[in-house]
């Protein structure tokens, strides 16, 4: 795998420095024909992509090459570098709940996942909201813990929300893997899963296909 290079050591190099780093730090080189093998190779600014990216466009050209790139190695090389040292999982669940949350992430963890919950990630004197955004932003999976104890608790927080709304129009490689804990229906299901295939913890094929696909064994 290509090493994408820090701020520093692009520095140091006297390499050409990413556009990004006056933006938010996220940048990725370019993979062209005349990029993929250079040490100097042309880097794309993270919210130039992003604009791309939500315009329809599929591909960019090289500053260099003039070769056109498809966005999606691109984008996927962003994201990557970012969840590396982050989480599998990140569970979203109500403490009413906490139970067979608890349950589920064991079984996560039985198949190696790495997992995101606040039981053990938020200590005391930590910023509740800024502890949420960053296990959000580096896990490879949202697992939404759906059930009436979680529509009443405010599960649609702004936090929350941003997230699933990057990650259901497209615009994160990021994915769902929503859970239905209880006996709800499928017409109490909120709105915002509409058109997002759930799983059901009471259908154990389907849960343990649910286990299997964020561990990557489905």
Not at 13 to 36: A, D, H, N, W, Y
Request: some cysteine.
């Amino acid at each position: 795998m290509k090493k994408i290079a820090s701020p520093s050591t692009l520095a140091d190099e006297k390499m050409e420095p990413p556009e990004c780093l006056e933006i938010q730090g996220r940048f990725t080189p370019c993979v062209c024909s005349e990029c993929i093998n250079s040490e100097q190779p042309h880097y794309y600014n993270y919210n130039s992509l992003l604009q791309r990216r939500r315009k329809g466009r599929e591909d960019v050209d090289c500053d260099r090459s003039v070769e056109s790139v498809q966005l999606e190695p691109l984008w996927s090389g962003i994201e990557a570098s970012e969840a590396v040292e982050g989480w599998d999982v990140f569970v979203s669940y109500s403490s009413k709940d906490v139970s067979l949350v608890t349950d589920v992430v064991e079984d996560l963890k039985d198949r190696s996942m790495r997992v995101w919950w606040d039981a053990q990630q938020i200590e005391p004197g930590d910023s509740i909201s800024k502890k949420i955004e960053t296990g959000l932003r580096k896990s490879r999976f949202v697992m939404p813990f759906i059930s009436r104890n979680q529509i009443n608790s405010g599960w649609c927080g702004v936090e929350y929300a941003s997230i699933f709304h990057r990650i259901i129009n497209g615009i994160s490689t990021q994915r769902l893997a929503p859970l239905i804990i209880d006996d709800m229906s499928d017409g109490e299901v909120p709105v915002l899963f509409s058109d997002i295939h759930c799983q059901r913890y009471a259908d154990k094929i389907g849960y343990e296909h649910l286990l299997a696909y964020v561990s990557g064994r489905s």
